[in-house]
T-cell receptor, first 114, second 115 residues
């Protein structure tokens, strides 16, 4: 069965610092991988997704993620964090082929210090 | 509409009462999903509708939970005889294709509080 692990429940960074949020997945084949962001009181917004091809994926708001098959990871990165990036971030995995329900990780809450 | 619309945004109900939560997906989206987000938890899959196919109900936690989707559009999630552990944010999402490969568009959710 598919599963997603986000090892860091809460991360705090200073504004302008770089960021990496970790995501590990379990799936027997090449998965679809997603990162979503949830700002307080908001729904989830898609940041980026990976299906195939280039393992470095660019998303919105300056985020990128790298798919590493050997490590079963899909870590989210941003070179310079802005205060407005404070939110909760969810990694999700979906099965390729057929219909597809996404399995989400427990989320990482990001706090940004000025 | 332009986005996924959920109503009500907040619902407080007494233990034992039934509640109905509504989701209006993006027009033309064939797939509709319900998830539950409990405090400090990730998103828990509840149910999935795709076109006219039988829904995937594998995530419904008990027979108190049911959902329907009328005319391939609006969906209603019903919780009967609510319990305090049902308190959570219920999120609806829709996607253009049944594989979810294009990503979901989520609504803002319904925050359910059972007192």
């Amino acid at each position: 069965a598919q599963s997603v692990t986000q090892p860091d429940i809460h991360i705090t960074v200073s504004e302008g610092a770089s960021l990496e949020l970790r995501c590990n997945y379990s799936y027997g084949a090449t998965p679809y991988l997603f990162w979503y962001v949830q700002s307080p009181g908001q729904g989830l917004q898609l940041l980026l997704k990976y299906f195939s091809g280039d393992t470095l994926v660019q998303g919105i708001k300056g985020f990128e993620a790298e798919f590493k098959r050997s490590q079963s990871s899909f870590n989210l990165r941003k070179p310079s964090v802005h205060w407005s990036d404070a939110a909760e971030y969810f990694c999700a995995v979906g099965a390729t082929g057929g219909y597809n329900k996404l399995i989400f990780g427990a989320g990482t809450r990001l706090a940004v210090h000025p | 509409g332009a986005g996924v619309s959920q109503s009500p945004s907040n619902k407080v109900t007494e233990k034992g009462k039934d509640v109905e939560l509504r989701c209006d997906p993006i027009s033309g989206h064939t797939a509709l999903y319900w998830y539950r987000q409990s405090l400090g938890q990730g998103l828990e899959f509840l149910i999935y509708f795709q076109g006219n196919s039988a829904p995937d109900k594998s995530g419904l936690p008990s027979d108190r939970f049911s959902a329907e989707r009328t005319g391939g559009s609006v969906s209603t999630l019903t919780i009967q005889r609510t319990q305090q552990e049902d308190s959570a944010v219920y999120l609806c999402a829709s996607s253009l294709d049944g594989q979810g490969a294009l990503g979901y568009t989520f609504g803002s959710g319904t925050r359910l509080t059972v007192v």
